[in-house]
Nanobody
Framework: EVQVAESGGGLVQPGGSLRLSCTAP????????IDWYRQAAGKQREWVSS???????RHADSVKGRFTISKDKAQDTVTLQMNSLKPEDTGMYFC????????????WGQGTQVTVSA
């Protein structure tokens, strides 16, 4: 069964940067879109950014101008580059494949923790 895997989280000071990666082997590079979500402690999961299979990109207003999303076909990964991080960006970050039914059926990954703190 294909599984989504996130990596790259960690502890960073406000204003710092982190680079998250998402891979679903065989699906990330061309077949599916990738959506990033985050969930802070005690809060609902919220959508952050999307990269559709055809290449279109959207970001939540809260991260526009600070986060970028891109695809590395050679590595079969989608990267979320997070700059100018704020304490309110803290949370567990998840990626999810999206698009057709095959992509939508791939389960959520375990997430990667991002903590922004001085």
């Amino acid at each position: 069964e294909v599984q989504v895997a996130e990596s790259g989280g960690g502890l960073v000071q406000p204003g710092g940067s982190l680079r998250l990666s998402c891979t679903a082997p065989g699906f990330t590079s061309n077949r599916c879109g990738i959506d990033w979500y985050r969930q802070a402690a005690g809060k609902q999961r919220e959508w952050v950014s999307s990269l559709r299979a055809e290449g279109s990109i959207r970001h939540a207003d809260s991260v526009k101008g600070r986060f970028t999303i891109s695809k590395d076909k050679a590595q079969d990964t989608v990267t979320l580059q997070m700059n100018s991080l704020k304490p309110e960006d803290t949370g567990m970050y998840f990626c999810k494949t999206s698009g057709n039914d095959e992509c939508a059926r791939i389960p959520w990954g375990q997430g990667t923790q991002v903590t922004v703190s001085a």
